[in-house]
Nanobody
């Protein structure tokens, strides 16, 4: 089993930055596609970003393209999400996700493993 634990969430003013981390244990993330999702109150879980096992390719949701950057350090078994130019509409619980295939971390219902989430709140 792969366990995922997110950290780095918090309260930030609009225009600010946060860096989320997702620390994995139980298995190496080296063979997994990894991603980030978010869920705001009353809304469905939304794809944010994904990265292939090697880190060679990254993918982003339209609303975060150009502002967020996903990266991974397989040696540290950790995935990151750098969030810049934050907006109030980015407020949500952010979840780390893993899939045997990177394709699985584009859609919430195909993800193999989830973290417990970390709250990000952006004030206006």
């Amino acid at each position: 089993q792969l366990q995922l634990v997110e950290s780095g969430g918090g309260l930030v003013e609009a225009g600010g930055s946060l860096r989320l981390s997702c620390a994995a244990s139980g298995r190496s993330i080296r063979v997994y596609g990894m991603g980030w999702f978010r869920q705001a109150p009353g809304k469905e879980r939304q794809f944010v970003a994904a990265i292939t096992w090697s880190g060679a390719s990254t993918y982003y949701g339209n609303s975060v393209e150009g502002r967020f950057t996903i990266s991974r350090d397989n040696a540290k078994n950790t995935v990151y999400l750098q969030m810049n130019s934050l907006r109030p509409e980015d407020t949500a619980v952010y979840y780390c996700a893993a899939g045997v295939s990177t394709d699985q971390v584009f859609t919430a219902n195909t993800v193999d493993y989830w973290g417990q989430g970390t709250q990000v709140t952006v004030s206006s």
